[in-house]
């Protein structure tokens, strides 16, 4: 056996608090104070099982914690309500041991028993989670979800403060797993008193504990004083107002109503609040794990055809996109986005190059052209971004047809396989956990390329799958070979070009005068959009 | 009357079953797969079939109807795909706030209509008439997304006089309200205008004049009541229209009601929100109607009901 986090949990045992050596609080931080958040979504659930939107996502990650967790504004694991955890040589068994003392919101201490209880839940057809694929590294998976059995064979409590999980296959993003939402522990007595309702009525072991919820108003979290994480969180509570038009919950925030707009800062306003030095002052900008781009569909004539994929690669003019968003986004060149570990630096992409591009339309036999259709979701500033991908085309002699629709209707589309080509923009993907596997299996691999599926380019290429299914084999995950297997993974995608990688989203979000803390707490990678538990007000 | 109301309960009935059955053809053969809404994006073949047997989605599309409409005949609406909470309880907690903005709604359209209506027949033919009906038929024009956020900037960011948005107080109300309100004000004002020109050209109008009673006297209490009459019927009839309506201006608003409910619904093909949403509103219009048609005799004996 070899111990990873030893000398994590040394020093966490001999540290003063708990977190001292993973994250340095700030100084300044004052405990107390409420702040007001706004989003335009109502918060559908606040089941961790189920939960899976823009709001309720950071929401869910303060009522709840998993095995692990991350170092707040970062991407780097750390462990939660695990205190420990030992993986075997051939990276199929992984030894929980559980924290002492940390009791649910409803009073009791939680065990071993609550992690299975909780991982057999989510996995359970019963459940409907749409995160259930997540675990299908672990034994049992397979049995559980066809309706087989009723437990993960491969979850076992040895006792009541450790947790054996054996895996079917070496998985080196479990980790990542368990500090999913979709991972968190929650009390099997809460969910039997709540059923279905178990997402009104919450009942974790977070920083927060769920105080009112108003349906369609209001969500009021109020301060777990009893928080296992020494010191957080500052606040006392949280209001969440809903249904607030991102340009309604701006001008709340001009008149000091509202401390953080969920949703940021409105497109159309984005310049004229850059351009008051007062309030540009209180805006933040980070780096998120997202790429937007444009699907090519290789099953789709000429799209089949190499020559025409590269053609259109070169086409493009992604600087100019990027300026129709406000330059709130960098050009990408490949899938991964550049915070994303495994990017390849010093690759450049396609360069655009519209001549270029004509002769490769030559290549393919095309020297005339032809005609096809984009897809895009009917929001700005999406319809914008097809139309300056049209404009691109039409000049090497390509006519597209701008299809503009809902979402829902878009991502039919894309899974039926019918698109030739699909603007991603508003559905594209942001990482649910930051390794490079996730932009890989759903959206570029074999598994998402069925019916249905989330890789809309039907893109398929099985040395590719066997290279990820490698990489993924390798008992630690941020081993630097296994980021250079990615690194080769996403070279050989972009050898035949399946999309158009476009740009790199940058987060832009505001917040009022009096709050405090790290600007990364605002921008999150993993607690999007604000990890509420670190920040605190200044008065 | 009892028999006329009989055949009405019961051509209501028929009217919501129509209702129930296109509303549901038409999500049905909507190109969007409520399965991929709930599964979501990482969801595996196996999750997402799991998923379509549990709620039946897989089977045919009348027996899916005929399972509704069991539940929905005894009261059961069915349960949220993507909130998991009873589709009556998620209507039920916001129905008040929708029949309060609605009640505030019709106030106002009342209020600006009837006024505007009186003026521009008494001061028939004038330019004053003339302006107040240009008026009236930009304020039908009107798009309510841009009158709500137009309102909101001027009365609400720039004077400051009512908060922007959300739900709780008085204050709250009133731009919603009149939003809501302008847009029927127009039709009223046109109505009353018209009504009342009729009413003043009456025999009694004019021996009410002979009689030598104060003009003020003439229109508060000849003219007024019995031009009223014929417009307070239409009110039932209205409730369609508002239907309409508080789905854009709840959502401008951030107001908490069944309008903003259907809509984040409609987004993420949550068919049994919309469908509930839907019978609820229909339910409302058909009572409605049925009120407007059961009000007009008490109030014009001349109509008789059979």
């Known amino acids: 056996m070899k111990t990873l986090l030893a000398s994590t949990a040394i020093l966490l045992a001999s540290a003063l608090t708990g977190m001292a050596q993973e994250y340095t609080p700030d100084p300044n931080a004052t405990a107390g104070g409420m702040i007001t958040v706004t989003y335009k979504d109502d918060v559908a659930t606040l089941d961790p099982a189920i939960g899976y939107d823009w709001q309720n996502w950071s929401m869910i990650k303060s009522l709840f914690d998993g095995l692990m967790d991350y170092v707040p504004g970062t991407t780097e694991l750390r462990p939660g309500l695990a205190e420990s955890y030992t993986i075997s040589d051939d990276g199929t068994v992984f030894t929980f041991t559980l924290r002492d003392g940390v009791i649910f919101h409803n009073g009791r201490e939680m065990s071993a028993e609550d992690v299975k209880y909780s991982l057999d839940r989510v996995t359970t057809p019963e459940t409907q989670s749409p995160g259930a694929g997540f675990f299908a590294s672990i034994a049992g998976f397979d049995a559980i979800s066809s309706g087989a059995a009723e437990t993960l064979s491969g979850v076992e409590v040895v006792d009541p403060k450790t947790i054996k999980i054996t895996l079917s296959r070496p998985d080196a993003t479990f980790l990542h797993v368990m500090a999913l939402n979709f991972a968190s522990i929650v009390p099997k007595e809460a969910v039997d008193a709540h059923g279905t309702d178990f997402g009104k009525n919450p009942v974790g072991t977070g920083a927060f504990k769920l105080g009112e919820w108003t349906i369609g108003q209001r969500l009021v979290f109020e301060k777990n004083a009893d928080y296992w994480r020494e010191g957080v969180p500052y606040l006392d509570g949280v209001t969440f107002e809903v249904g607030q038009e991102p340009i309604v919950a701006l001008l709340r925030l001009q008149q000091g109503e509202v401390d953080v707009p969920g949703d940021g800062i409105p497109p159309a306003k984005f310049q004229e609040v850059m351009g008051d030095p007062d309030q540009a002052a209180r805006v933040v900008e980070g780096g998120q794990l997202h790429t937007g781009y444009i699907t090519l569909n290789v099953g789709i004539a000429p799209l089949d055809k190499l020559e025409v994929r590269e053609a259109i690669n070169m086409a493009i003019n992604k600087e100019r996109i990027t300026q129709i968003i406000n330059g709130r986004a960098v050009p990408a060149t490949q899938p991964l986005p550049p915070s994303m570990p495994g990017y390849t630096d010093g690759y450049d992409g396609y360069a655009f190059d519209a001549d270029a591009a004509k002769d490769k339309l030559v290549e393919a036999g095309l020297a005339d052209g032809f005609s096809t259709e984009l897809f895009v979701m009917n929001t700005d500033p999406n319809p914008r971004i097809a139309q300056a991908i049209q404009q691109d085309l039409k000049a090497i002699g390509v006519e597209v047809a701008i299809r503009s629709l809902a979402q829902a209707n878009v991502i039919e589309a894309g899974g039926a396989g019918e698109a030739p080509m699909i603007w991603s923009g508003g559905m594209a993907w942001i990482a649910d956990f930051p390794d490079p596997s996730n932009f890989y299996g759903p959206i570029l691999g074999c598994a998402g390329a069925g019916e249905g599926g989330w890789n809309w380019s039907k893109f398929c290429d099985e040395s590719i799958d066997a290279m990820a299914t490698a990489a993924d084999s390798m008992t630690d995950p941020s081993a630097p070979e296994r980021m250079e297997m990615w690194s080769d993974v996403y070279m050989e995608v972009m050898q035949q070009v399946p999309w158009v990688p476009v740009f790199n989203e940058q987060r832009y979000t505001m917040k009022s005068a009096r709050m405090g803390g790290d600007d990364a707490l605002y921008v999150d990678p993993v607690s999007i959009p604000v990890n509420y538990d670190y920040v605190y007000v200044t008065e | ?306």
């Open chain 2, 1 to 306: 009357m009892l028999g006329y109301l009989v055949r009405r309960l019961v051509q209501s009935v028929l009217i919501l079953l129509g209702v129930s059955f296109i509303t549901f053809v038409l999500l049905y053969v909507l190109p969007a797969d409520p399965v991929r809404q709930i599964a979501g994006r990482s969801a595996t073949a196996q999750t997402v079939e799991n998923i379509r047997q549990q709620l039946g989605l897989d089977q045919p599309m009348l027996v899916q109807y005929w399972r509704y409409l069991s539940g929905l005949v005894q009261g059961d609406m069915g349960r949220s795909y993507l909130q998991k909470t009873e589709v009556s309880t998620l209507i039920a907690a916001r129905l008040p706030a929708s029949l309060l903005l609605m009640a505030a709604g019709i106030f106002c359209e009342l209020l600006i209509g009837l006024t505007l209506g009186v003026i521009a027949a008494i001061f028939r033919g004038r330019s004053l008439d003339q302006g107040l009906m240009v008026t009236s038929f930009v304020a039908v024009s009107a798009p309510q997304f841009v009158v709500g956020l137009l309102l909101l900037y001027v009365f609400a960011v720039q004077l400051g006089w009512f908060p922007i948005g959300g739900y709780g107080t008085a204050a709250h109300l009133v731009l919603p309200a009149v939003t809501l309100g302008i847009m029927g004000s127009g039709w009223y004002s046109r109505m009353m205008r018209s009504s009342m020109v009729d009413v003043l050209r009456q025999d009694y109008i004019r021996t009410a004049r002979a009689k030598g009673l104060t003009r003020r006297r003439i229109l508060l209490r000849h003219a007024l009541p019995n031009a009223i009459l014929p417009i307070i019927a239409m009110i039932g009839i209205d409730i369609g229209i508002f239907m309409g309506g508080i789905v854009v201006v709840e959502s401008v608003f951030g107001w908490p009601g069944i309008g903003q409910l259907a809509w984040q619904a409609i987004q993420r093909v949550d068919i049994p929100i919309i469908m509930g949403v839907t019978m609820v509103s229909a339910t409302a219009i058909v009572l409605g109607n049925l009120l407007a048609d059961l009000v007009t005799p008490l109030i014009d004996p001349r109509i008789k009901l059979r």
